[in-house]
Structure formats: C-alpha cells, structure tokens
T-cell receptor, first 118, second 112 residues
Framework: AQTVTQSQPEMSVQEAETVTLSCTYD???????LFWYKQPPSRQMILVIR??????QNATENRFSVNFQKAAKSFSLKISDSQLGDTAMYFC???????????????FGTGTLLAVQP | DAGITQSPRHKVTETGTPVTLRCHQT?????MYWYRQDPGHGLRLIHY???????DKGEVSDGYSVSRSKTEDFLLTLESATSSQTSVYFC???????????FGPGTRLTVL
C-alpha cells in the first residue's frame, strides 16, 4: 500500500521569503503522479502543481516549484516570494498511473499548515 | 472552475438518522469520488464511481453507501449517522485521460 508523509504540521514564513514544504512517500510502483494541493481558509481544494514520475525535470508553476527525488521518494514544494495569499493548508498527494487510467485514486498526506507573516 | 456543486454545504444531524449528501457535476466526467477530511488524516477516499451504476469502495467505506443513477449525480448516504462521521466531505471529478481531480466546495457534517 502506498503512504504519504508530511512531517511538518505547521510552518511560518515572512512575506517575500522562500519556504520549502517536505513530503515523502512510499510505493513499489514505478509509474505514478505526485501532487501538491492548497486549501485556503475557504476550504476549496486547489491543485498547485503536478509531477509525473517518469519525468526527471522538476515541475514549476510560477512561484511554485518542486524538488522530486525519485530514488529517495521525496517530493518537496518550494514557494518563492511568499505572499499573504499563500497562507493555507498544503497537502501532498500520490496517485498510481494505472493502465487505462481506471480509477485514479488519490492518497493524501496529513497536510502542512503554512502561515505567511506580514 | 470545474462545474461541481455539493449540497447541502452544512448540515447538523443527530446520531442514528440517515443523511444523504449530493454531488452534482456539469462536466460530464466519468469518474467521481467522495473523500472525507479529518484533522491529522488529510483526505481519505470513501467511495468512487467509474460510470453510471459502477461504484467501488475506498479506504474508509464502512458506514457509507453510494449511488450513481446519472452521470452528473453521485450520492453519498450515511444510513445511520454516528459521531465518528462528523467531518468535512469532498466530492471530486476526474476527466478521462487526465490524472487530475477537481474538487467541489465541501460539505461540513456534524453528527450530535
């Protein structure tokens, strides 16, 4: 069974600074996807970034980037130039790349609550 | 935003009563999912559907049932609600050929 671990329950960063959120996972699969979701106080789940395991290049989306270390089973999220609107709970998630895309079940970590301080 | 709505958005009920939560999508996607979110657990999959009348269990399915009679609607039923089912419930949809899921706004359920 796959598991996802986020070892930082809470983090804080000053506005305009850079912060890195950690995520590790355990799987015997070779093909899979990793995701970071953001959940602001509104409770809406928002996809931040996605990484395909077969890609060596780290994914980036504007101020958000990941450090994907497949051998170490590590998938950290870096937020550059932190903004007040980045204050949210961040969830790391894993999905097997099933043949035919059959069920696409997400397995989530327990989340990291990030507070951006003015 | 993906066209996903959930109803009701908030509900308070008593132990032992039946509860049905509704997820409605306007995207005509095949895959739909129900998750629950609890502190210290993240989101956990309850049930999912891969087509009309095709459903299967997820990680925490005990005490829940689902039905999908139309592509656009996926219902989650608690036959006899218990306090341990107090949670925030999220519906999600998954476009075919994509590994992304889009989430509804969530339903906060309190069982007294």
């Amino acid at each position: 069974a796959q598991t996802v671990t986020q070892s930082q329950p809470e983090m804080s960063v000053q506005e305009a600074e850079t912060v890195t959120l950690s995520c590790t996972y355990d799987t015997s699969e070779n093909n899979y996807y990793l995701f970071w979701y953001k959940q602001p106080p509104s409770r809406q789940m928002i996809l931040v970034i996605r990484q395909e395991a077969y890609k060596q290049q780290n994914a980036t989306e504007n101020r958000f980037s990941v450090n994907f270390q497949k051998a170490a089973k590590s998938f950290s999220l870096k937020i550059s130039d932190s903004q007040l609107g980045d204050t949210a709970m961040y969830f790391c998630a894993f999905m097997r790349a099933e043949v035919g895309g059959a069920t696409n079940k997400l397995i989530f970590g327990t989340g990291t609550l990030l507070a951006v301080q003015p | 935003d993906a066209g996903i709505t959930q109803s009701p958005r908030h509900k308070v009920t008593e132990t032992g009563t039946p509860v049905t939560l509704r997820c409605h999508q306007t995207e005509n996607h095949r895959y739909m999912y129900w998750y629950r979110q609890d502190p210290g657990h993240g989101l956990r999959l309850i049930h999912y559907s891969y087509g009309v009348k095709d459903t299967d269990k997820g990680e925490v399915s005990d005490g829940y049932s689902v039905s999908r009679s139309k592509t656009e609607d996926f219902l989650l039923t608690l036959e006899s609600a218990t306090s341990s089912q107090t949670s925030v419930y999220f519906c999600a949809i998954g476009p075919p050929g994509s590994y992304e899921q889009f989430f509804g706004p969530g339903t906060r359920l309190t069982v007294l």
